[in-house]
């Protein structure tokens, strides 16, 4: 788990939207969603609910948010 990727995370959880988070974040949406995926599989479980038209942090993902921006604070 890398900063890059948490900040990936962190920016995704807050837009909710792939495309937005990419450009702001100036990666491509494909390595974004592979910043995801790897974050999932470190984890243990999903952090997203995504279909093609929406995204929304599932309970975990929500948690996990959290403990990061308290580790910041």
Not at 28 to 48: D, N, V
């Amino acid at each position: 788990m890398d900063l890059r990727n948490l900040e990936l995370f962190l920016h995704l959880a807050d837009s909710l939207h792939f495309a937005r988070t990419a450009d702001a974040m100036a990666v491509s949406p494909s390595t974004l969603s592979r910043a995801i995926q790897r974050l999932e599989q470190e984890i243990g479980c999903p952090l997203f609910e995504r279909d093609n038209r929406s995204v929304a942090l599932t309970p975990a993902g929500l948690i996990v948010q959290n403990s990061i921006l308290a580790q910041l604070l």
